[in-house]
């Protein structure tokens, strides 16, 4: 299984990105999964996750400003992520959850 995000960049406080990670070597719409966020000497968080049937959960600091979805037929999992603040500034991570299976990581950065 291989995952390929994209979409990170730099953007100022208050703006928006969208992060997408496309999935190969697996039947994609079996599989809940997850963005994650990692800052330099902190633990991996878990931004959002969406189940095989569309459900969804989010951590509380990013609930009401970062959507997450999927494409089956794509193969895509999505992260609009808006008003972004400084403080979501990291690596974010694609994860087929439950599995070893990460993807390499897009840098989000947003200025004050």
């Known amino acids: 299984v291989q995952l390929q995000a994209s979409g990170g960049g730099l953007v100022q406080a208050g703006g928006s990105l969208r992060l997408s990670c496309v999935a190969s070597?697996?039947?994609?719409?079996?599989?809940?999964m997850t963005w994650y966020r990692q800052a330099p000497g902190k633990q991996r968080e878990l931004v959002a996750a969406?189940?095989?049937?569309?459900?969804?959960n989010y951590a509380d600091s990013v609930k009401d400003r970062f959507t997450i979805s999927r494409d089956n037929a794509k193969r895509t999992v999505y992260l609009q992520m808006n008003s972004l603040k400084p403080e979501d500034t990291t690596v974010y991570y694609c994860?087929?959850?439950?599995?070893?299976?990460w993807g390499k990581g897009t840098q989000v950065t947003v200025s004050s």
């Open positions: 969406i189940a095989d049937v569309g459900s969804t």
């Open positions: 994860h087929v959850r439950g599995s070893n299976y």
């Open positions: 070597g697996t039947i994609f719409s079996i599989y809940e």
